[in-house]
């Protein structure tokens, strides 16, 4: 049955699902329109259809066996303090040596560790477990997965341990035009209490480039949270190669550093969440997607639900979309000069 109200508002055509009845179910994997992971809500302007907005997923090192970034802080080798506050001496009458792991330092070593001149420190100990490239490299495999998934045309620099150079990684932005260029790093010190995170961007010669680099790379980590300490966008100072606006033409680029691999917390957090790291970078994204990609006058009206063949409100597709499945979901449009519902 049909409304005889000649304008509804978004809760009531939302409600009345006769209205939808004229129009064909749509085609699951219909690439027009790439569907935002965020879901939008009523209102909500859409992704314009015609640019194809691709994206180049770089996991930081990993050029060769060496080149494996930064380590985990497993420990410190150090010496023993002795009751009368000096080392403690071993058989052979030298100053004892001891390895400790972070979790349990004395505070005497931990004093020490910032300290240029070690009194106490003989020796950081990486972990042996998982690298910088290792890790990277499963967050960069997510976000690929994942950006695929909702329609965009996605590149990955380097999908094994090993076995990409730096030129390469521009090369790819290069051929494959890239709007978004994102290089995944993690940080390492010396100290393992150091922690934080940064998206760094670097400027060119020309004003409007370097209002993108900064803009993206503040979008990028808007929902990134964790780690403690987040100080972002950062100039790069480095300089960092792959952010070079002669080598690599992308539109937009940044490298992000998610934490400090040497920090036993901001390393436990990323590597448990290396998923929902990947959801936080992609909204970032589309933070920056909806202010450049989005055309004016459509909007979104709500999701058909492929499974039961209905039609549910943004909220509820929010709710029950498994991220895994987004295709189970179309967004359906709502064409503001029309006066129409447009299924894509
Ligand atoms: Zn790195």
Do not use: C
């Not at 049955?1 to 409600?15: A, H, P, R, Y």
């Not at 066996?65 to 380590?71: F, L, P, T, Y």
């Not at 976000?143 to 045309?153: D, E, N």
């Amino acid at each position: 049955m049909l409304s005889s109200k000649l304008f509804l508002t978004t809760k009531e055509k939302l409600l009345d699902k006769s209205l939808l009845l004229n129009y064909p179910a749509p085609t699951i994997g219909n690439t027009n329109n790439i569907q935002l992971d965020s879901f939008l809500a009523p209102g909500d302007h859409i992704v314009n259809s015609r640019k194809d907005i691709v994206v180049v997923v770089d996991p930081g090192h990993g050029s060769g066996s060496e080149n494996v970034g930064a380590v985990a802080t497993k420990g410190y080798k150090h010496f023993v303090k002795g009751a009368d506050n000096k080392p403690e001496l071993g058989p052979d009458k030298n100053p004892k040596v001891v390895f400790t792991s972070v979790l349990e330092l004395p505070s005497y070593v931990i004093n020490d560790i910032s300290k240029s001149k070690k009194e106490w420190i003989t020796e950081r100990v990486g972990d042996n477990g998982i690298t910088e490239a290792d890790l990277v490299l499963k967050v960069a495999q997510s976000v690929y997965g994942k950006l695929k998934a909702i329609g965009y045309t996605v590149f990955l620099t380097r999908n094994t341990a090993t076995g990409i150079s730096n030129q390469a990684r521009s090369n790819a932005a290069n051929l494959n035009k890239a709007i978004y260029f994102i290089s995944i790093h993690a940080d390492g010190d010396y100290d393992y209490r150091v922690t934080g995170a940064h998206a760094i961007y670097r400027e060119g010669d020309d004003s409007d480039y370097n209002k993108r680099q900064h803009e993206f790379a503040e979008d990028i980590f808007s929902l990134y949270d964790k780690v403690a300490t987040i100080v972002t966008p950062r100039k790069d100072i480095k300089p960092i190669r792959v952010l070079s606006p002669s080598e690599n033409k992308a539109e937009r680029k940044t490298l992000l550093e998610l934490g400090f691999i040497s920090n036993p917390d901001d390393y436990d957090n990323i590597n448990n969440n290396v998923d929902t790291i990947a959801r936080q970078i992609i909204q970032g994204i589309e933070i920056n997607v909806r202010k450049h990609f989005f055309t004016q006058g459509v909007t979104i009206y709500g999701y058909y639900d492929h499974r039961s063949n209905s039609v549910v409100n943004p909220q509820e597709a929010e709710r029950n979309a498994l991220f895994s499945k987004p295709s189970f979901y179309t967004p359906i449009y709502e064409n503001e000069e029309l006066k129409a519902v447009v299924i894509p």
